[in-house]
């Protein structure tokens, strides 16, 4: 895979998930509920007459939205090494708080990871003030899920990539079909999968890689990325037993994860659910950059007369880290070695006690542990604790499979050999922890490549159990005598003069089991609509993470977590034109008072299907059970499950 500006010729199997934004704003189209629209989109809006049917505004919802993002080529947005590299110039020439780094760690709520979030929040602020992303849901409450619009760019970029690498050298074509699996942290919740599965449809729907069925994308595949790679690393070796224990290390860039499993299934591989909590910390191989960084700026402190033409000694240090990056990071071994390194500074003058010579920099195995042991620590004591938790569980650790991008760093690898030792000892374990390693492209890739034999192999996945409730926002006529009408505001249809109230009614709740096929019981839907408009129907469907009821507002505190997950719109106009429905008249009562208005009544089904982790939605018509698809929708609803379910 040739990605741009990769400086290891398309040799590298893994890119830094950053972007910088140029300064100017792209544009997008208005996605309803999700985001938030602008100040001038709410002052365009005329206020609607609320119906006992038509109580929505209308939509301006079309199945090409995807195809609005603006995703031409340009050399303005930056991406990946292009972006990586660019910080690095001698003159970046761009605002730095529109470089975005690391950006899936605004979906880890954990402790570790909260110095990144509070980095990154102000940035995904800015961008938002400045129109290159949208903002979700409610504007004056900061929410994880403004990443998502940082994520879909950059899986625009991926994709096109993707796409121009296999259709130049593997003979793809619009006709393939292509199937995608997404590898999430253990630790994220399907709020946060869920984020990354809208940021993936959009980028499909943007770059036209892969299709959407109805709108979405068919039977995704989520995975966690710890038993993703435990299936490629294990998955052919057969000498990890039913009953036995192992802990998954995935060093990254920005975070160490860390979690242990039982095996329940040698062959083929198949994982319990974790024995105890995932823990982490934010000491991944970027964190090396920066100690690189702070211990050249703190031996160069007093050198200023190296400060020329406005360059300053943080800019000079920083052209360095590329070559850090690529040699000593990945080769040298401060464990077992004696590392030494000599950078070349222009201009910089020789001082014996400093250890500068010849406008060198001398870097001796003290500079290096000062640069690597702190972050070497910190992985050890993740894999300790984790060790530890499982043995006070009466689990006995059998191996430890260390993966991701640091993983394949030659110091790390001896550290925690030897920490493994350590560990067995004081613990007075009674066999050894065998670390497994593999090479370091494969390292790279474990996570990966194992994703893909998982899916190809989804058998003794979990159970189908539903960690979501879904459900659509309907008009009912109001009960003073239910729980949740009690909270809603009421209001008299003019059409009909009846009181109504507008609820979330869920067909699926969060804990339900759910078959791989299911009918939910069809919905009678019914809209009301003057005689001079159109007889379009909408449905708003909506997901909740947080255990709920149904017949509450949405505005109800059962509702908080509550928002748009998709709609369904159907109109019905022909109806009218082919002289199948007929208005209902006003009423009048004996005294001659005129009651309601002339109005047409629609009344048909939603009929909900789920197929595998797919959510179908149809309206159909007429009501009553045996009616004709008017409409079809779809949404995925693999981050509605545990990830690994089929």
Not at 86 to 112: C, G, N, T, W
Not at 560 to 574: C, L, M, P, Q, Y
Request: overall charge negative.
């Amino acid at each position: 895979m040739n990605w741009p500006e990769d400086s290891m010729g398309g040799a590298r199997r893994q890119i830094p998930t950053e972007s910088w934004y140029s300064s100017v704003p792209k544009h997008r189209p208005v996605l309803h509920d999700q985001f938030e629209p602008s100040d001038s989109e709410e002052d365009d809006g005329q206020e609607q007459i609320k119906s006992a049917s038509t109580n929505q505004m209308e939509s301006s919802y079309t199945d090409n939205v995807y195809a609005e993002i603006n995703c031409e080529e340009s050399d303005k947005f930056l991406w990946s090494y292009q972006a990586l590299y660019q910080q690095f110039a001698s003159d970046p020439a761009r605002d730095e708080v529109r470089h975005i780094a690391r950006p899936k760690l605004m979906l880890v709520s954990s402790e570790y990871t909260r110095a990144d979030r509070e980095r990154l929040r102000p940035q995904l602020d800015s961008l938002i003030s400045g129109g290159f992303i949208r903002k979700f849901k409610h504007k004056k409450t900061q929410d994880s899920r403004d990443v998502q619009d940082v994520i879909m760019d950059f899986m625009i970029e991926v994709f096109k990539q993707t796409k121009l690498q296999l259709t130049e050298n593997a003979g793809y074509t619009p006709a393939c079909p292509v199937s995608f699996v997404l590898t999430v942290p253990v630790i994220w919740c399907p709020r946060s999968s869920r984020v990354l599965q809208y940021a993936v449809e959009a980028a499909i729907g943007a770059t036209g890689f892969g299709t959407l069925n109805h709108g979405s994308v068919d039977n995704i595949f989520i995975i966690n990325e710890p038993e993703a790679a435990a299936t490629f690393l294990l998955g052919k070796s057969n000498d990890m037993l039913a009953g036995e224990t192992l802990v998954v290390l995935d060093c990254g860039g920005g975070t160490v994860d860390c979690v242990t499993y039982t095996i329940t299934n040698s062959y083929p591989l198949r994982l319990k659910t974790e024995v105890g909590k995932p823990t982490g910390d934010n000491c991944g191989a970027s964190y090396l950059n920066d100690n690189f960084e702070k211990h050249l700026l703190k031996r160069l402190a007093n050198e200023t007369y190296l400060e020329q033409d406005g360059e300053s000694l943080e800019e000079i240090v920083r052209r360095l880290v590329p070559a850090f990056e690529d040699r000593d990071k990945r080769r040298q071994d401060v464990i077992i070695g004696r590392p030494y390194n000599t950078i070349y500074i222009k201009g910089l003058r020789s001082k014996k006690e400093k250890r500068f010579k010849n406008q060198h920099v001398e870097l001796n195995h003290y500079d290096y542990n000062e640069i690597f042991m702190p972050l070497l620590r910190r992985v050890g004591k993740v894999l300790r604790g984790q060790i530890e938790m499982a043995t006070s569980k009466g689990k006995d650790v059998k191996k430890v499979c260390l993966i991701g991008g640091f993983g394949a760093c030659p110091s790390l690898r001896s550290y925690l050999g030897n920490n493994l030792k350590e560990t067995m000892i004081e613990l007075k374990l009674p066999q050894e922890i065998v670390l497994e390693t593999t090479s370091d492209q494969k390292s790279l890739t474990a996570v990966s490549s194992g994703a893909v034999l998982r899916a190809l192999n989804k058998d003794g996945g979990p159970e189908r159990i539903a960690f979501c409730s879904y459900g659509f926002l309907r008009v009912q006529p109001y009960e003073p005598d239910f729980e949740g009408h009690k909270a809603a505001e009421s209001w008299i249809d003019p059409l009909d003069e009846g009181e109504y109230v507008e609820v979330i009614d869920y067909f699926m709740l969060k804990g339900d089991t759910i078959d791989s096929v299911h009918h939910y019981d069809p919905i009678t839907i019914s809209h009301a609509f003057a005689v001079d408009r159109d007889l379009r129907c909408e449905e708003v469907l909506y997901v909740s993470d947080l255990p709920t009821k149904s017949n509450f507002p949405l505005d109800h505190p059962l509702n908080k977590d509550a928002h748009e997950a998709g709609r369904i719109v159907t109109d019905f106009s022909f109806l009218r034109k082919e002289g199948k429905i007929h208005p209902i008249r006003a009423k009048q009562d004996k005294e001659g008072n005129i009651h309601g208005q002339d109005h047409y009544e629609v009344e048909y089904d939603l009929v909900v299907i789920v197929e595998g982790r797919n959510l179908k939605y149809e309206a159909r018509y007429p009501a009553g059970g045996k009616g004709k698809v008017q409409t079809v929708k779809q949404i995925s609803i693999a981050a509605a499950f545990l990830p690994g379910t089929d």
